[in-house]
């Protein structure tokens, strides 16, 4: 998802439509709590106003994160409406446009990828739950840990008190 800014001057004159699906596996590499992400599909529009030139998207897809809960697999899907500004770096503009969220474009080439990983990433919940009525399949056993139910807590003896278990068994 990358044009040049001679790409782009096409909008001035007639609608430059963006409809791609895009491969995003490498934001796992930034997030390590996703799992899994299905290919994104990127909608939308380069809208040129004076120097400045707006991409209007809707971008959908869907997270494989786990419970907060049971670490168990959840699919959470993703229906964003965004807009990103960008404008050329030589252009001129206002103090205080300097608010405004727009982006200058680097080596006349704007691309949207690292602004679509960045709205997909803010919109992941800080906590994500199962169903309550679906068996969750959480992994019974991890790196350093271990799942312990009620019933092998009863079974588990604690070493250090062994050998008084040992005692009572004597009477």
């Not at 959840?74 to 965004?82: A, H, I, W």
């Not at 919940?125 to 790196?143: L, N």
């Amino acid at each position: 998802m990358k044009w040049t800014l001679a790409q782009l001057n096409v909008a001035k004159h007639k609608p430059f439509l963006i409809d791609e699906i895009i491969d995003l596996h490498d934001i796992m590499d930034q997030n390590h709590e996703i799992r899994d992400i299905s290919p994104v599909r990127v909608k939308g529009e380069a809208v040129y106003t004076g120097h400045v030139v707006t991409f209007p998207l809707h971008i959908t897809g869907e997270l494989t994160l786990p419970c907060s809960r049971t670490l168990a697999d959840v699919k959470l899907p993703f229906d964003l409406r965004v807009s990103e500004q960008f404008r050329p770096a030589d252009e001129y503009y206002r103090k205080e446009d300097e608010d405004e969220d727009v982006h200058i474009i680097e080596n006349d080439v704007v691309d949207l990828v690292p602004y679509i990983k960045e709205h997909i990433l803010l919109e992941i919940p800080m906590q994500i739950f199962a169903e309550e009525d679906v068996e969750p399949q959480a992994p019974p056993e991890g790196k350093d840990w271990e799942l312990v139910t009620e019933e092998t807590q009863e079974k588990k003896i604690d070493p250090r008190l062994a050998d008084l278990a040992k005692f009572f068994d004597k009477e």
